[in-house]
């Protein structure tokens, strides 16, 4: 089992425009994510990352969104509706063993796990399946919150991604964060 997830209803705190203030997701996301590209936002939550997501891939592209809370995606899809790109997500319940991309292997541009690998109970095998997800070349944005996760566990932690085979690209400044950019 996972350390701790984090509860539905504190993804309407996730969302808050404030947020955006020192996390803002077109900022963060926009030299990784072009029209036409398939991304993935593995814990998605409510979608703060999602909609500017399938924003930034355009009316070709598409946003595979999964978190293993129903009530997080149906807020999230609800979200997605009401902004006019529900088009543009798929999203899929996933468990705490697997991640639900089979279907997609070998298809994925670029990865986001934001804040979210803290929670999972398996990092290999979560770093396995969107290793096999992403294209030859994929990008991966692996980012934890500092407050949670210390420097020294967040360097085993990309350990982990380096043993999957995952080559670190970037280390990145994200506000209240750790962060790296990983590639396949």
């Excluded at 997501?53 to 999964?66: E, F, P, Q, S």
């Excluded at 919150?145 to 690209?169: C, M, R, W, Y």
Aim: glycine share 8%; net charge positive.
């Amino acid at each position: 089992m996972a350390e701790h997830i984090c509860p539905w209803w504190i993804g309407y705190l996730l969302v808050s425009p404030l947020r955006r203030l020192g996390q803002n997701p077109n900022k963060i996301l926009a030299p990784y994510i072009k029209p036409g590209m398939t991304a993935l936002d593995v814990g998605c939550g409510m979608g703060f990352f999602s909609l500017d997501m399938a924003r930034l891939a355009g009316d070709n592209g598409k946003v595979i969104c999964v978190d293993v809370q129903e009530k997080m995606i149906a807020s999230l899809m609800k979200r997605a509706t009401k902004s006019g790109l529900h088009n543009r997500i798929d999203h899929r319940v996933c468990s705490y063993d697997s991640l639900n991309l089979e279907d997609v292997k070998n298809g994925i541009d670029f990865a986001l796990a934001f804040a979210i690998v803290h929670e999972v109970p398996d990092a290999k095998s979560f770093f396995q399946q969107i290793y096999s997800a992403l294209k030859s070349n994929g990008l991966m944005l692996f980012s934890e919150p500092n407050g949670h996760v210390s420097e020294i566990k967040f360097q085993k932690t990309l350990d982990i991604a380096g043993n999957v085979g995952f080559k670190p690209s970037e280390t990145l400044y994200i506000k209240r964060s750790r962060s790296t950019l990983l590639k396949k």
